[in-house]
C-alpha cells in the first residue's frame, strides 16, 4: 500500500491565526515542502486565504496540495451554530476549488475532506484519551 504523509499548520506551531509572531502561512507551506510531506491542512479558520486562486498557486509552486479542512470549535451550542455553519461553507468552498489530490489505490474515499473537532467541554475535555469514561450518547441519539 502507498502512503503519503500530510501535516498541519499546527506541526509548526500555528494554533491560533490571530496570535502575533506566527509563521506567514507561504512559510508554513515552504517548510511542509522541505520537510518532505505532500499535503497539508488548511490549519485554524482564517489562517489561509480563503483566496482558492492565491492557495492554489502556491501549492502548485511547491507540489503540494491541500487534504483537509478543520473546524476546531464548540459544536454543541445552538447558539454557535450559524458561526459553525458559516465556517463550514467558507472552507468547503475553498476545498471545491482546489485541485484534488491524486486518490492512492486502496484509499476509500477522495480527499479533500472536512475534519469537524469539538472544543471546549469540560466534560469531555476531562475524559479525552480515556474512552472508559467518556460520555456516550444512546443509542436512539
Known sequence: MKAKLCCAPCCFGIEDPDKPDIPDWLQVLDWTDRAGY?????????????????VGDALDQRGLSIIAGTIFDDLVSLSHRQVILKKIRDICQVLSKLPPPQKLSGQRYAAPYLVLIDWGHEVRDYSS????????LLEEE
Do not use: V
Request: aromatic share 12%; no cysteine.
Open 129 to 136: 484519551g480515556h474512552p472508559d469514561m467518556a460520555p456516550r
Open 38 to 54: 505532500k499535503g497539508l491542512e488548511l490549519g485554524p479558520y482564517g489562517y489561509m486565504p480563503f483566496d482558492a486562486k492565491l
